[in-house]
């Protein structure tokens, strides 16, 4: 036949889903109403100093309240998969599987109906951060034995919400918490150990996410016939030169950012570079054994292939430059990095200062971790843009352009087989220790008003024609 008029524009698959995403601490409130305990986010934000402004996620978005708001703006926007997470503490409220909260199971179970009625598949977490307190005191995520507790959780809501969900993510982005919340300690549970939080914390996390991959392999996946999906934040990094150093220098930016959390799941242990790496810091430094926890045998096989899709989260990009080792005096992730990153020039600024414009990057790290991990299948579950709020964010337009577009390259020239992709996010919402300074919706909350008014972006509507025809429209 002729082709008519122009040469088509390359097209999304047609069953591929487009989403939104958000987290239960960042959107839904209702802190402490019917009967949910406090989360370590809840004692997090409640200390003075902790969050800018000293905003926190008392009221959010209101969504505990709104859901059917949320549900409403999805629908209308045309989107087929909204991500989203359950609060641990709204179910059991210590954490515990002694007490179920009967209104936060109602409250879940609500809204996957509303969202299955509006033909909107579910992506749930199980886990955004907002561990409950009771199970924070008992040491949180430097405790093997919090790999437990989130069995017995995962458990229950494989149970209670597992014949309606069929994308399940067990864990949010460990490499950002275990970084954030245990080396730095500017997120919760605020703990800077330098140089060994981090790493007990992703021990005890890949231990945590293979637990509940194992309970639905085993007790679950026969009659529900679901995914459960591995998560973590993979940024892109250039070397900043053409030197050996710097080339290195990429490899361990890749390793102990993306492939700390991922290569133990796809691989069964952690990176050769990273074991490598802390292993020798660590003696210099005199210690008699590695900051680095080492899998037994037997953990790695029972880690190892625990993933049934790659749920990634991927913002932005760095240049990074090789540093030479100077001292082993205090141990540091920073130093086990021994690399300096900064942002190109050239690419453009969110309000986030680690976020910047790269559309390539995420090509980059789609064929990075299709190659490394041979995920079958692949879901971005973030991507975004921060800004003031303004209505008319072409900014957030920019963006999502640039990276749908090299998003929609993967899949058509590169062959990667990406079903899914969820925008962060959904709604203004609480961006965590920068409380209400960085938006990062496609719709606008006002959370001056009581009523959390909630209004359409340029994005959302841009989005929505995507959405619909399955191609980069202007
Ligand atoms: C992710 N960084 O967090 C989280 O999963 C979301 O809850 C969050 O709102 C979103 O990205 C936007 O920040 C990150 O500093 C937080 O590199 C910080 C960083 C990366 C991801």
Known sequence: GVIVGCLSAKQFPENFLFGAAGASYQIEGGWDADGKGLSMWDVFAHTPGKIKNNDTGDVACDSYNKYKEDVAILKQ?????????????????????TEINQAGVDYYRNLIKELKDAGIEPLVTLYHWDLPQHLAELGGWLNPRIADYFGDYARICFELFGDQVKYWLPLNEPGTTCVHGYETGDLAPGLPLSGEGIYQCAYVHVLAHAKAWHI????????????????????????????????????????????LYANPIYNGDWPQVVIDRVAYRSKKEGYSFSRLPTFTEEEKQYINGTSDYYGLNMYTSYLVEALADESFDSPSLEQDLAYNSTADPSWAHSASEWLNLDPPGIRNVLNYVNEKYNPGEIVVTENGWSDNGELDDQGRVTYLKGYLSNVLDAIVEDSINVIAYT????????????GYTQKFGIVQVDFDSPNRTRTLKSSAEW???VAAAKEIVD
Request: net charge positive; aromatic share 18%.
């Open 77 to 97: 926007l045309g989107l087929k998969v909204y991500r989203f997470s359950i609060s641990w503490p709204r179910i059991l409220p210590k954490g515990i599987p």
């Open 216 to 259: 639905y392999n085993d007790e679950f996946r026969s009659k529900q016939g679901g995914k459960v999906g591995f998560n973590n934040v993979c940024f892109w990094f250039y070397p900043k030169s053409n030197n050996s150093e710097d080339i290195e220098a990429q490899t361990r930016a890749m390793e102990f950012g993306c492939g």
């Open 423 to 434: 925008t962060w996010s959904l709604m203004d919402n609480f961006e965590w220790n920068q």
């Open 463 to 465: 989005y929505k024609r």
